[in-house]
């Protein structure tokens, strides 16, 4: 199963909400999707499944979504942690989408299984925490064993355990040769979650490459030097257009990730070296890097790896 979304667009009012959004989702791998506040992740999602009105199309395997039967074997998605009748119990909500879908209801128990919730299988989901709400939409989702996860923010309200066992899941159902398609906030988690990264800003693609090429490319990445003469080794780099920038009293930032180089040209200038430390950026460093234009708000110190 092949994903493609083709000139998607959404406007409210004056507003460009999302603007002409073409990528392709591949099987097998983890596609994580990013953007800042109001970046348009949540339309995009909505647009793709049919649940607004807008520009475009998205073709699974070369047909509409409506050309498929039944849906349920194509997509599970979940986009909301309370999309679900408060007074009806957990199981009963599971079995009327298992009904709607012709699914086995022996369907139901097993994904309130997988994902924790048999012991409060007959309460209702009216007083669950956001967590348990989130447990029973990819419940939900899951229950046709689709061939493509579509999820909006699942991670909210999850504990940390629970956050691993989602990411484990998640791989492990892109590893099956099913799509996984995924947005959060959680950059830390998406770093160890996602192989492949869409990010957008402004309802606009701004990158759609690989977690590993997408992290490379910020200059973030650098080489942290400790030397006895660190003016006179930036003197001597900027000759053949090597940039650093001062750290501290001893050191120097350079952006060059060949260390070898670095200390070969600290010898030939009697330099002394103390430390050479290769240090990579983080996904949060590479996010903020490329979308700190279109932040809502700008501060001092941010909330470490968030991105809402």
């Given at each position: ?19 002409d ?26 647009l ?14 070369g ?7 039944p ?12 999309f ?18 012709a ?5 139901v ?11 409060v ?20 989702a ?5 061939r ?7 991670a ?29 906030h ?16 402004k ?7 690989s ?60 330099i002394?070296?103390?430390?050479l430390t290769?240090r ?22 941010r ?6």
């Amino acid at each position: 199963m092949t994903v493609e979304a083709i000139g998607l667009g959404k406007s409210y009012g004056t507003t460009r909400a999302v603007d002409d959004l073409s990528f392709t989702l591949e099987p097998g791998i983890v596609t994580g999707f990013l953007g800042p506040n109001g970046a348009g992740k949540s339309t995009t999602m909505r647009l793709m499944l049919g649940l607004d009105r807008g520009d475009g199309q998205t073709l699974w395997d070369g047909k509409k979504l409506t050309d498929h039967k039944p849906v349920s074997k194509v997509v599970g998605a979940h986009l909301d942690a309370k999309f679900f009748h408060p007074s009806r119990s957990a199981r009963n909500h599971l079995r009327l989408l298992a009904q709607e879908a012709a699914i086995p209801t022996s369907r139901v128990d097993e994904v309130m299984q997988l994902v924790g919730l048999a012991d409060v299988a007959k309460k209702g989901p009216g007083g669950f925490s956001l967590g348990m709400g989130q447990r029973l939409g990819l419940a939900g989702a899951l229950l046709a064993q689709p061939r493509v996860m579509l999820l909006d923010e699942p991670a909210n309200g999850l504990d940390p355990q629970s956050i691993q066992w989602l990411r484990d899941f998640l791989r492990h159902y892109a590893s099956l040769g099913n799509v996984v398609f995924v947005s959060s906030h959680l950059l830390s988690e998406m770093q160890l979650m996602a192989d492949h990264l869409l990010v957008i800003a402004k309802g606009r693609m701004v990158a759609n490459e690989s977690l590993a090429s997408f992290v490379a490319r910020s200059s973030s990445n650098d080489v942290l030097v400790r030397c006895s003469d660190p003016a006179r080794l930036a003197a001597a780099m900027a000759t053949v257009g090597v940039q650093s920038i001062p750290e501290g009293t001893d050191g120097l930032a350079v952006q060059l990730s060949n260390t070898d180089w670095i200390g070969d040209a600290a010898f030939k200038y009697g330099i002394t070296v103390y430390e050479l430390t290769k240090r990579t950026a983080s996904l949060e460093d590479a996010f903020l890097e490329l979308t700190s234009d279109d932040q809502q708000f700008q501060v001092g110190n941010r909330d470490r790896g968030m991105a809402s």
